[in-house]
């Protein structure tokens, strides 16, 4: 099993920027790749960004350019840097790691991005 946790949420103007952390911890050596999602209110859940083991990274067009993701392997953490955030940014972040068929997610953090 893997156990996701995230940090780093809270509540920003627009403009201003965030840092996700998103620590994993258990059978950690089976996750090949890792990401962040985000659900706002009243719509589906979207991948943001993801990046696998060996640091290619893919972006949601509406983020790139804005956002970073990153690992760090020997604090097994992913980052997402979040800069130059918008209002339609805010929703809830979760992170997910894959091993083959089997997805482990986090609880999730609220990001609030104001006018």
């Known amino acids: 099993q893997v156990q996701l946790v995230e940090s780093g949420g809270g509540l920003v103007q627009a403009g201003g920027s965030l840092r996700l952390s998103c620590a994993a911890s258990?059978?950690?050596?089976?996750?090949?790749?890792m990401g962040w999602y985000r659900q706002a209110p009243g719509k589906q859940r979207e991948s943001v960004a993801v990046?696998?083991?060996?640091?290619?990274?893919n972006y949601k067009d509406s983020v790139k350019g804005r956002f970073v993701i990153s690992r760090d392997n020997a604090k097994n953490t992913v980052y997402l840097q979040m800069n130059s955030l918008k209002t339609e940014d805010t929703g809830v972040y979760y992170c997910?790691?894959?091993?083959?068929?089997?997805?482990?997610w986090g609880q999730g953090t609220q990001v609030t991005v104001s006018s």
């Open positions: 997910i790691g894959v091993s083959g068929n089997h997805e482990f």
């Open positions: 258990g059978s950690i050596f089976r996750i090949s790749i």
């Open positions: 990046i696998t083991s060996d640091n290619s990274t």
